[in-house]
């Protein structure tokens, strides 16, 4: 079956400006991460939706940053007058469920965001 | 505080070789899980291997193995039979019973040469 998507794949914007980014997880998939890895880093943990529950935010760097999921599906990343520290790849990933450690998260390609 | 790390920023290996790449951890929490992932120049994570903290056995998949030492807070990644095609970022990482997302280490990157 399809993996998880997400687009765009590159993004230059200019500081300042609005961006979005979006993911489409693995259908079924109930779980849903967004991550940001900055050039040769690890991988840093934005928010975190887990079906109809409140989304787990503590990961937001910023309140520039927000991100929502419609229909317990798609999710959609917002960063707010970008800045050029925002400048990385944001990664997408899903899983199944949450509660138990062995929980398989498969991430999408990913979004490289270039704030000029 | 949770914690993942990778000590060897880069680790050279040539084709046909075991390479193990290290990882500690640090959590306070019982229940936890350990992964692995390698990221290729292409940028996608691709998992490889998992280690449950109440497993009695080390994990194993194809030419990937977990030596999961849990006294030492160990759980590092071995390779056996180096190929090119290994070259590539690999993170650990840590989730716990009662968190959410991923703690991932700072990676290591692997170069294996002909």
């Known amino acids: 079956g399809a993996g998880v998507s997400q687009s765009p794949s590159n993004k230059v914007t200019e500081k300042g400006k609005d961006v979005e980014l979006r993911c489409d997880p693995i259908s079924g998939h109930t779980a849903l991460y967004w991550y940001r890895q900055s050039l040769g880093q690890g991988l840093e943990f934005l928010i975190y939706f887990q079906g109809n529950s409140a989304p787990d935010k503590s990961g937001l760097p910023s309140d520039r940053f927000s991100a929502e999921r419609t229909g317990g599906s798609v999710s959609t990343l917002t960063i707010q007058r970008t800045q050029q520290e925002d400048s990385a790849v944001y990664l997408c990933?899903?899983?199944?469920?949450?509660?138990?450690?062995?929980?398989?998260?498969?991430f999408g390609p990913g979004t490289r965001l270039t704030v000029l | 505080a949770q914690k993942i790390t990778q000590t060897q920023p880069g680790m050279f290996v040539q084709e046909k070789e075991a390479v193990t790449l290290d990882c500690t951890y640090d959590?306070?929490?019982?229940?936890?899980?350990l992964f692995w992932y390698k990221q290729p120049s292409s940028g996608e994570m691709i998992f490889l291997i998992y280690q449950g903290s109440y497993d009695q056995q080390n994990a194993t998949e194809g030419r990937y193995s977990l030596n999961f030492q849990k006294a030492r807070k160990s759980a590092n990644l071995v390779i056996s039979a180096s190929q090119l095609g290994d070259s590539a970022m690999y993170f650990c990482?840590?989730?716990?019973?009662?968190?959410?997302?991923?703690?991932f280490g700072k990676g290591t990157t692997l170069s294996v040469s002909s």
């Open positions: 990482a840590m989730r716990t019973q009662a968190g959410t997302a991923l703690i």
């Open positions: 959590t306070s929490d019982p229940s936890y899980g």
């Open positions: 990933a899903s899983s199944l469920q949450w509660g138990v450690s062995y929980n398989e998260q498969f």
